[in-house]
């Protein structure tokens, strides 16, 4: 079980920004003449918080995969000499440099993907909680990745 170290778990995402650690927090009653105000505060000295790590910790590595793909498109735009911008997965241009940014996007998410991804991820499991076994990486797939570069509706 994850949470047995009670250990936050960090782990290899592409751009090296590690996760914030999912702890527990103290809460504190504020009483103002108005009104009671429930404060929360993240204490690194309690421990890790098993159930929101468990629960947290897959979409919060998709996102991180969503947001070094959107790092390294918008590192291409600027390198082209482009405005760039976006929130999430919705990503903006002016008119005249779509066709560009399209490009770019599917050249960024190709290259990305051809890393070994879930095996990073993998290995730094491992690292981290040496105790504890995990299952083996799937093997990849068929698909070509080349394949997205020339796919219309990729990414709308």
């Known amino acids: 079980d994850i949470e047995a170290p009670l250990l936050p778990t960090q ?80 990503y903006w241009t002016h008119a005249a440099d779509v066709d560009t940014m399209n490009r770019l996007l599917r050249e960024s998410f190709v290259e990305l993907y051809q890393q070994p991804v879930l095996e990073r991820l993998y290995d730094s499991l491992r690292k981290r909680h040496p105790g504890l076994a995990f299952p083996p990486v799937p093997p990849r797939g068929a698909l070509d990745l080349a394949s997205v570069l020339d796919s219309p509706y990729f990414f709308a």
Do not use: C, W
Not at 12 to 17: K, Q
């Open 11 to 90: 782990v290899y995402i592409p751009d090296a920004t590690p996760p914030p650690p999912r702890g527990r927090a103290r809460r504190y009653v504020v009483q103002t003449l108005v009104q009671y105000l429930q404060l929360a505060r993240s204490d690194d000295a309690l421990p890790v918080a098993a159930q929101r790590q468990r629960s947290a910790f897959p979409p919060n590595f998709v996102h991180s995969l969503d947001s070094t793909h959107m790092m390294m498109t918008a590192v291409k735009m600027h390198e082209a000499g482009l405005d760039f911008a976006a929130v999430h997965d919705s």
